[in-house]
């Protein structure tokens, strides 16, 4: 494809002819600790894809607006094109990763509710955590906005967490990422699949996210297609 408007570690995004819309490309590529680890995960681009395609599809049936138009094909969506908030927001349900670090909590500990944290994107400074104090001096979004992101990851945090105990799987913590489109409407945008979530067996925590390109526990490919296939109603895809 031409037109190309913006590469990222996971996507490309290229414009269309439509000035609202835009088509994103998913990539096999895999990067963890800001760029520091490189890699490739087998048919990741295609299965992400459809693991956000399936996301988008349930929330937006819930009232959650997010920027999925429809699939082009295995590799490749139509969005809304939207003007990306600096902000990355985490909704957190178990202790893992950053945060047991951060607090000396043994990764398992479950949250008494979930916890919602907002990292300021830039890569040059490794994306670092932020207060909402931070988020106003730096201008990435007012008061009102901040109050609409935090409300919508809890509201989508609760839809895919019962979305999920039915498939036997244990939503630990999640990103998203939001833009707004022309008309100036906030929407959930990116992705959500297993490079912006931690998955979990319920039975016996197994993970079944990037955690494992990240700590090299092996099977990578095949932890994503589970999740392909435990939305799809199977085992694996």
Known sequence: MDNLLYEG????????????EVLVWFKDDATAFNG??????????????????????????????????????????????????????????????????????????????????FYYKDDSLGDPLINE????????????ELGVLAETALRVNGILSEHLAGKGVKLVDFKLEFGKNSAGEILLADEISPDTCRFWDAETNRKL?????????????????????????????
């Open 209 to 237: 996210d990037k955690d494992r390109f990240r700590r090299d526990l092996g099977d990578v490919s095949e932890a994503y297609r589970e999740i392909l296939g435990r939305l799809k109603g199977n085992e694996s895809a």
């Open 9 to 20: 570690k996971a996507k490309k995004v290229f414009a269309t002819g439509v000035p609202t």
């Open 133 to 144: 104090w931070h988020v106003r001096a730096l201008g990435a979004a007012t008061r009102e």
């Open 36 to 117: 520091e680890k490189k890699g490739e995960i087998a048919s990741k681009g295609p299965v992400n894809l459809a693991i956000s395609a399936h996301f988008f599809g349930l929330l937006a049936g819930k009232d959650v607006k997010n920027h999925y138009l429809r699939t082009v094909d295995e590799r490749t969506m139509l969005v809304q094109k939207v003007s990306i908030i600096p902000l990355e927001v985490v909704a957190r349900n178990i202790v893992a990763g950053s945060l047991a670090k951060r607090l000396g909590w043994p990764e398992g500990k479950e949250l008494a509710e979930p916890v919602v944290e």
